[in-house]
């Protein structure tokens, strides 16, 4: 999916991926509301829980990759 915001996304679904963005792009914005809203469409805690965590995994990654200059392999190299 190229943009969750127009995507064909239950409302479940772009509401918590617009909380793991806020969540990725200003932590320091995120607050109670931004997850009542995320449960208000049905999410459960457990689940709200679970992205977060699967979020605050993939960013750390995300951060140490680039701070050890990973790169992926190309399409050629891949090939075998």
Known sequence: VSDWCTAAVDD??????????????TPDEIGPPD?????????????????IEVCGLFNT??????GLDFRLPTTAERAF
């Open 12 to 25: 479940r679904v772009r509401a918590t991926l617009g909380l793991l963005e806020k969540l990725t792009r």
């Open 35 to 51: 997850v009542r809203a995320v449960l208000d469409t049905g999410v459960s805690p457990e689940a709200v829980r679970d992205a």
């Open 61 to 66: 990654i995300n951060r140490v990759a680039d």
